[in-house]
């Protein structure tokens, strides 16, 4: 099979690692890629947001099958564009989409089907918003602009005062451009954070492996929210009949009523979740592998990614066995300073060699480029992620902060506590 992936962060060099490991893969591209992913394919210049130059390569190129790492092509409608082409492609139309391209949507669409979540309002006009946020009595509150942020426009504001200056930064400052527009109050929700992802076919819905996020940028989950600075899988909190109810209250429900709305959902259902005291409630719904989780999820697989997306696109997903490795993996992402505000570019990296060889250790490249001279310098907020497996969770983070050692950058940051909660509960940090 030749196969193109679409992106160039930290998820998509996951995804082409993945299936750069497949037998059935003859030729893998990468669009645009990063210089980690060069290692395993061919770059082809472009932009992943051009959803018809993507198209027009994928025919050039004669790919078999087209993989969409980040959500903005499908939102754009991708996956019409390919259809209308012929073009077989792995994520959800425009249509589905819309479950992450508009927060107000899906709260809509959970509520229509009994989904659990927290109370929520929905605000086109800054005034309305500000007055409903002084006349709450109780705090904190969730603020959030209702399209694509990059995982950034959500703020946890603590009192009306944060409520209010997040609000001014969404839709007056427009600090995240037309996802401001419209804004979303939510309750703040008191628990446990855990990630699901959830391959979707015509009839069938399987779970990953859980995996737990940490978005906040500093250590003890303080500090703004960032697009994710670690992971780790298995999520022990994640309990078996936890599991089960979430099929059956969220994952099931959501998907019979895209399918009852007309939408033809095909590809990976990531339910955030809180495990409250009165059970599992959904924080948000993506419509792609999360990143970092994917970072953890896809090297403890052992079922050929490959096969599992054909099987989603031909819906014989519950024919295809789903196996995951007894291994622990964690990531944690090494990030350019300033961010996730703005952030310099260009700076030298080095001791990415060293950082390779400690047992166990993959390095994903997120905002990676190389300069004139070949070498390797940062271009992004998130530059790297650290992933380590190890039999037990203790072993995989000593892994991955061995090798975060070795790697160096000016202003580097990363957190030093990614998987701290899971050890807490077994005992082990």
Same mark, same amino acid.
């Given at each position: ?20 490991? @497949? ?47 980040? #959500? $903005? ?89 944060? &409520?209010? #200056? ?24 008191? $628990? ?11 009839? @069938? ?14 250590? $003890?989950?303080?500090? /703004? ?10 999520? /022990?909190?994640? *309990? ?7 099929? *059956?209250?969220?994952?099931? /429900? ?29 924080? #948000? ?33 519950? &024919? ?18 300033? =961010?996730?505000?703005? =952030? ?61 050692? =070795? ?6 940051? =990363? ?10 509960? #077994?005992?082990?940090?």
């Amino acid at each position: 099979m030749r196969i193109l992936v679409v992106g160039g962060g930290g998820r998509e060099h996951a995804l082409a690692w993945k299936l750069a490991a @497949s037998r059935r893969v003859t030729r893998l591209f990468c669009l645009p890629g990063n210089p980690g992913m060069a290692e395993l394919g061919e770059l082809v210049p472009g932009a992943a947001e051009d959803v018809e130059a993507v198209a027009d390569a994928a025919a050039r190129l004669k790919v078999d099958l087209t993989v969409v790492g980040p #959500e $903005g092509p499908l939102v754009r409608g991708i996956g019409e564009v390919f259809a209308a082409r012929g073009l077989r492609l792995f994520g959800p139309g425009a249509a589905g989409a819309r479950l992450e391209g508009s927060k107000a949507w899906a709260r809509e669409l959970m509520t229509g089907c009994g989904v659990p979540g927290p109370d929520f309002a929905v605000f086109d006009e800054p005034a309305r918003a500000r007055d409903y946020l002084l006349g709450r009595s109780a705090a904190p509150v969730v603020v959030k602009a209702d399209g694509l942020a990059a995982g950034k426009g959500v703020v946890v504001a603590r009192d009306a005062v944060e &409520a209010l #200056e997040a609000l001014k930064t969404i839709m007056e400052d427009r600090a995240f451009g037309e996802a401001g527009r419209r804004v979303v109050v939510e309750e703040c929700l008191e $628990g446990e954070e855990v990630s699901v992802l959830a391959l979707v076919d015509g009839a @069938s819905i399987r779970q990953l492996a859980p995996a737990q996020d940490h978005k906040r940028l500093l250590d $003890g989950d303080r500090g /703004p929210n960032t697009g994710g600075m670690g992971a780790y899988s298995p999520a /022990p909190v994640y *309990a078996p009949d936890t599991a089960r109810q979430v099929q *059956a209250q969220i994952l099931e /429900p959501v998907a019979q009523e895209l399918r009852k709305r007309g939408v033809a959902y095909r590809g990976v259902l990531y339910a955030g979740l809180m495990l409250t005291a009165s059970g599992p409630k959904v924080l #948000e719904f993506n419509v792609r592998f999360g990143d970092p989780e994917a970072q953890v999820v896809l090297p403890r697989l052992k079922t050929d990614l490959t096969e599992l997306l054909e099987a989603v696109l031909e819906d014989r997903l519950d &024919a295809v066995e789903v196996e995951f490795s007894r291994q622990a993996a964690i990531c944690v992402v090494v990030a350019s300073p300033g =961010y996730p505000g703005s =952030y310099p570019s260009g700076l030298p990296i080095s001791g990415l060699e060293r950082a390779s060889r400690v047992t166990g250790v993959t390095l994903f490249h997120a905002g990676t480029a190389r300069d004139a001279a070949g070498n390797l310098v940062t271009a992004g907020g998130r530059v790297l992620g650290v992933t380590a497996l190890g039999g037990s969770l203790r072993l995989a983070v000593e892994r991955a902060y061995e090798a975060v050692a =070795y790697i160096s950058f000016p202003g580097m940051h =990363y957190r030093r506590d990614i998987a701290r909660r899971a050890l807490v509960r #077994e005992g082990e940090a």
